[in-house]
Nanobody, 117 residues
């Protein structure tokens, strides 16, 4: 079983920055993809960004050029640097780890990001 713990959410003004971190622990199989999803009130959960390795990343169109995802495999961590935040980025952000060997799909508890206008 894998546990994911997020940190770094909070309240920020539009144009500001936040950095989210997620630490994974437990039995983690490689290869795996780690990512961030978000869910705003009344909306479906959506992919924000994911990373398999440093040269293999995916971003939602709405965050391209503003968010950067990175991972530290030695520490089993994934980070999301969020710059130029907009009110529409307000949501609960969830960390996800998906591994193919055990078909595992794991989620963190979520961290609130609120961007005020």
């Amino acid at each position: 079983q894998v546990q994911l713990v997020e940190s770094g959410g909070g309240l920020v003004q539009a144009g500001g920055s936040l950095r989210l971190s997620c630490a994974a622990s437990g039995i983690i199989f490689s290869p795996n993809v780690m990512g961030w999803y978000r869910q705003a009130p009344g909306k479906q959960r959506e992919l924000v960004a994911s990373i398999l390795r440093e040269d293999s990343t995916t971003y939602a169109d709405s965050v391209k050029g503003r968010f950067t995802i990175s991972r530290d495999n030695a520490k089993n961590m994934v980070n999301l640097q969020m710059n130029s935040l907009k009110p529409e980025d307000t949501a609960v952000y969830y960390c996800n780890l998906h591994s193919w060997l055990d078909r595992g799909d794991y989620w963190g508890q979520g961290t609130q990001v609120t961007v005020s206008s």
